[in-house]
């Protein structure tokens, strides 16, 4: 704690020194799991130091982190105390930070709502420098409005974490379905179940899917298998519930290892690896997924995305739809984008004013409000980049038309109008006003993608020039990958030792 709060208080100086010039800021995180390249390269304040688990309460069943801990370090911190978060972010580089500041959701949100639902209080340095801690009990306006306004209200400096017993396993099934319309059914069965920890599913075409439920338990079934993901030789995850449903029409159960089913997709994050493949015309198969592993895993993915300037020609939307509705989406995301496969996530809205994605809507009871389906759109867009504007901005109109919101990790095209009739204006800036951010970049200036700006860059650099060539931007991207390390954060991780010791 002693050396935290030294550090807090350099960043509160920073903080302050920029309030008193009237100058805007941006935060130097050291990692980012975004889509949206950064066109800031000065007034940074830098927390990167923000990066311990300072301690875990059994008996309370919490922890006290740092926002730089990535989900990996903070879950071997906490299963070597038998707890576990409710919310796991299923990428190991994502932070706590992060999850609070942006919006995620998971497998578990269906029960416990976005990862910021399961947060007790924040310290926070406001616009003005003041260090402050914010909960539902203390300024819990700020401590609400902050979760998902990605950082334009204040610096998260410390995290009070809920936890939860862990488990050995997540006994989890694979229920095949054959339309989108089956899979919203199983999907509403799934999220009934009380005695259900995780719901997601997957549709690998119009006409194939799986539901996946799970199970936390620390006993084995009789017969029943135990399959990791995380080691170079296993299947990444996607492709071992496809054959599942192939080989076996009717649903199929076996026993995870609790940290390999909460980072089940980061060899080839999802599915979006198998993308690299295609960009380099290499082949794709088990032998070349074991050979290239060390690249296949989030982390380095991330850094080759945005170093290669593929992430402004790559589709990476998750987008947040009523029930609904979502069966006519996906009909449209597969007339005009024909990606797949898709992911589907149910989520628990916020109660409260939010710059998460949101609807009105009630159930029978008149207070409480209906859950959303996620769907992550991951894939090739348009090559011509004018081509690629005009699809994603039509993706953005059928969103709105159908009720829909998108998550702001990733590219946001919307004009300052289109944007703000999502979200109540008035609150966001009443908190702005109220806490003193108004020196602080709105969530709008944040996440908007400058066309304009972004090409003029790439035009008077040679480099930018070169990379939207092929090979040489995919080449730039491995290489600055490599520079990087970051493969050392994926080769040094505990947490598997614990999935292959049960």
Known sequence: MKQHKATVKSISASVRAYYEKKEK???????????????????????SQLSNVLSVNTEEQTCLVEP??????????????????????????????????????????????????????????????????????????????????????????LVKLQLQEAKKYVETTYHPVESMAEAISKLHEATADPELDYVDGIMFSKSQGAIIVGRLTNELKDGMSVQCFSAAKDPWFYLHVQDAIEQNREPT????????????????????????FDYFKFPFNKFTRWWLDDFLHTRMMYTALHASGESKKYVVQDLALPYSTAQQFVEYTDMEFGIYPLWLCPLQQSPYPTMHPHFNEMEADGKTLKPMLNIGLWGFGPKDHGEFIRKNRDLERKL???????????????????????????????????????????????????????????????????????????????????????????????????????
């Open 253 to 276: 159960t076996e026993a995870i290892p609790l940290p390999e089913y909460l980072f089940r997709y980061d060899r080839g994050g999802f599915w979006v690896g198998a993308s690299a």
């Open 400 to 502: 709105r038309e159908l009720g829909g919101m998108k998550w702001l990790y990733a590219h946001t095209y919307y004009d300052e109008d289109e944007f703000w009739e999502q979200f109540d204006r008035e609150w966001y800036d009443k908190l702005r006003t109220k806490y003193g951010a108004e020196s602080l970049p709105t969530v709008y200036e944040k996440v908007k993608v400058d066309i304009e700006k972004e090409k003029a860059a790439e035009d008077v650099s040679m480099l930018g020039r070169l990379v939207k060539t092929w090979p040489f931007g995919g080449l730039y991207g491995i290489w600055k990958a490599i520079k990087s390390r970051s493969y050392i954060e994926a080769r040094k991780s505990a947490w598997k030792d614990y999935g292959r010791s049960q």
């Open 25 to 47: 800021f941006r935060i130097f995180h050291g990692s980012t799991n975004s889509t949206r390249a950064s066109t800031l390269k000065k007034n940074l304040v830098d927390t």
């Open 68 to 157: 730089n801990v990535p989900m990996d370090r903070l879950v071997e911190a906490t299963l070597k105390h038998g707890l576990v978060p409710p919310v796991v972010m299923e990428f190991p580089g994502i932070t706590v930070g992060g999850g609070y500041s942006g919006t995620s959701g998971e497998s578990s949100s269906f029960k416990h709502g976005f990862f910021d639902r399961t947060i007790l209080s924040v310290e926070i340095v406001l616009a003005n420098g003041e260090v402050v801690t914010i909960s539902p009990q203390e300024k819990a306006d700020l401590f609400h409005g902050a979760a998902g306004a990605v950082g334009t209200l204040g610096v998260t400096t």
